[in-house]
């Protein structure tokens, strides 16, 4: 416990630290506030812009929570079916992986064109990069049982169902988390790369990304400052709620979520 | 004499208790030499046979054709009177590592076997506590698996391969894994339960000493093509225990059926197919 306190006001120390550095350093070489604002009107302009922070932000909560849902649903289905048939995974398992190598800035402004401006447009990329971590994540884990434990099952007379819901299912969640770390870690971004090309279909309304543009455009970089910190955040709050979802369902059999020993 | 005792029973008996039996059984699998040619084995009922041979002899694969897991490629193989997979309700299967699920506590992987044929849960949770009971695992029953040793996970295996009271038991290395002593304890506890319970045992090792302490009769394979090189009763007296390790026949058997197995490992090395022969050295 006290170890934990240690550490809080070690963190706390260092992030003033770079706080104050960042202050005195502005003030010292007197750097135009539209190159590089100090802290303290980054911390003006979240004050005066609050009302327009927050709704950009959750907005693009919004676009990215439902790509992600999407994707973490559609990956699940379609890893089942991987496992499911070794054949057609084969067939189209090349095609997950170039799901994840094609540049989403190259395809986000095909994706507008066909799906209009606005949020599903949004959520639609962020579905789209979410979806081969999990699936290539989750179909390992499907099928990377051991030989023996499918053959406990089968000396039991198991049916296919069993072997999935007993089995495979079970010991996939370990990586299908592993999948959706990476995805959750991802989503964020996805959306406001999307939102950069798809801006806002509701007047006076954006997204982050949308709004980053304004800013940018308008050269009001204490606010461009604050919605950076706004992204990161989100970034920090979608892994972490990946992170304790996790912990929560493995913590209290898998190694990689460990907890303390009962004697 | 008592009934428990196998070698009591006359032949006669013994051909109407058959248990497990394979005349002029095969296997070659898909790809691969043949594995297994020609082996004729009758296991009867008690029986506690054990399997020696050096390693890729086709001990696993011999269980396994057993089990049901694998087909034979030719020969007539029996269990109970029924096909292996006809069979598979009155048998269980100890595997080498204890390959529980990590995901279930000690309780639901004993369960497990009774919950996958769809036993009422009642019944299910008596029998399970039961079983704990008999092995000296209901301290642990609400642990995970990577809460125990490997010698608490291997007695979880065991009572998840009992607690469906099986007739035939196949157990392929399942104390290989393990140090000596603990070896040893599982070994007794083995019989114990044997003697209790009264299956019929084929039991793979690599452990002579374990296979002298625990047989009936021990089995000893060649490899390259696998055939069965000898047969040898083990006439021990029973009820065996610690004590048994002690005395001088316990001794000579295992001299004996070393030196068998070792004339089996030799004549393998000096076989003309070199790859052969190097699989054994390793
Ligand atoms: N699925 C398989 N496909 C092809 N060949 C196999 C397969 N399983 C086993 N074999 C081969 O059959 C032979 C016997 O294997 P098996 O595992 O039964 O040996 P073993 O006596 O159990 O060996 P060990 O003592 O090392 O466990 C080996 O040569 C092995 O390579
Ligand atoms: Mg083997």
């Known amino acids: 416990m006290n170890r934990k306190l240690w550490f809080a006001l070690n963190s706390v120390f260092v992030f003033g630290l770079l706080l104050s550095s960042w202050q005195i350093g502005v003030m010292i070489f007197k750097v135009p506030p539209y190159m590089l604002p100090g802290p303290d009107l980054v911390a003006k302009a979240i004050v005066s812009r609050f009302p327009t922070l927050l709704q950009s932000l959750l907005l693009t909560a919004e676009a990215a929570g439902m790509g992600l849902a999407g994707s973490i649903f559609v990956a699940v289905l379609i890893s089942l079916i991987f496992a499911q048939w070794r054949g057609l995974r084969r067939l189209l398992y090349p095609y997950t992986i170039l799901l994840q190598t094609v540049p989403i800035v190259a395809i986000a402004p095909l994706i507008i064109m066909w799906a209009g401006a606005g949020v599903y447009s949004v959520a639609l990329i962020t579905f789209i990069i979410c979806l081969a971590p999990i699936i290539a994540n989750t179909t390992q884990g499907l099928i990377s049982v051991d030989e023996n434990l499918v053959h406990l099952f089968v000396m039991h007379n198991a049916s296919p169902l069993q072997v999935l819901f007993k089995l495979r299912l079970p010991h996939a969640m370990p990586s299908f988390f592993v999948g959706i770390r990476v995805s959750a870690g991802i989503a964020v971004i996805g959306s406001i790369v999307g939102e950069l090309f798809a801006g806002s279909s509701r007047v006076g309304e954006g997204g982050l990304g949308y709004t980053i543009t304004y800013a940018s455009n308008q050269s009001e970089t204490d606010f461009l400052f604050a919605l950076v910190i706004a992204a990161a955040m989100l970034g920090f709050v979608f892994f972490f709620i990946g992170m304790f979802l996790e912990w929560y369902f493995l913590h209290n059999w898998h190694e990689s979520s460990r907890s303390d020993i009962p004697e | ?282």
């Open chain 2, 1 to 282: 004499m008592k009934t428990g005792d196998p070698n009591s029973r006359s032949v006669e008996a013994r051909a109407s208790q058959t248990e497990v039996v394979l005349i002029g059984v095969s296997k070659k699998f898909r790809r691969g030499s043949l594995a297994l040619q020609d082996i004729s084995i009758r296991v009867d009922k008690h029986e506690f046979v054990s399997l020696l041979g050096p390693s890729g002899c086709g001990k696993s694969t011999l269980l396994r054709l057993v089990s049901g897991l694998t087909p034979a490629s030719s020969g007539q193989l029996e269990v109970m009177g029924k096909s292996p997979a006809a069979a598979r309700d009155q048998m269980s299967f100890i595997f080498q590592d204890a390959t529980l699920l990590p995901w279930r506590t000690v309780e639901q992987n004993v369960g497990l076997g009774l919950e996958l044929e769809h036993e009422k849960k009642e019944t299910r949770i008596a029998k399970v506590a039961k079983m704990l009971e008999l092995v000296g695992l209901t301290a642990v029953a609400q642990r995970y698996p990577r809460q125990l040793s490997g010698g608490m996970k291997m007695r979880v295996s065991i009572a998840r391969a009992l607690v469906s009271r099986p007739s035939l038991l196949l157990l392929d290395e399942p104390f290989a894994a393990l140090d000596e002593m603990s070896r040893d304890r599982l070994n007794e506890e083995l019989l114990r339960l044997y003697s209790e319970q009264k299956w019929t045992v084929m039991f793979v090792t690599h452990s002579v000493a374990e296979a002298v302490f625990l047989s009936t009769r021990i089995v000893i394979l060649a490899p390259h093509p696998g055939r069965v090189a000898h047969v040898i009763p083990i006439d021990l007296p029973w009820p065996r225990t610690a004590e048994t390790r002690l005395t001088m026949a316990y001794e000579e058997q295992v001299a004996q059926v070393s030196r068998l197995l070792r004339s089996v490992q030799t004549a393998s090395l000096h076989s003309p197919d070199g790859q052969s022969a190097e699989e054994v050295q390793v």
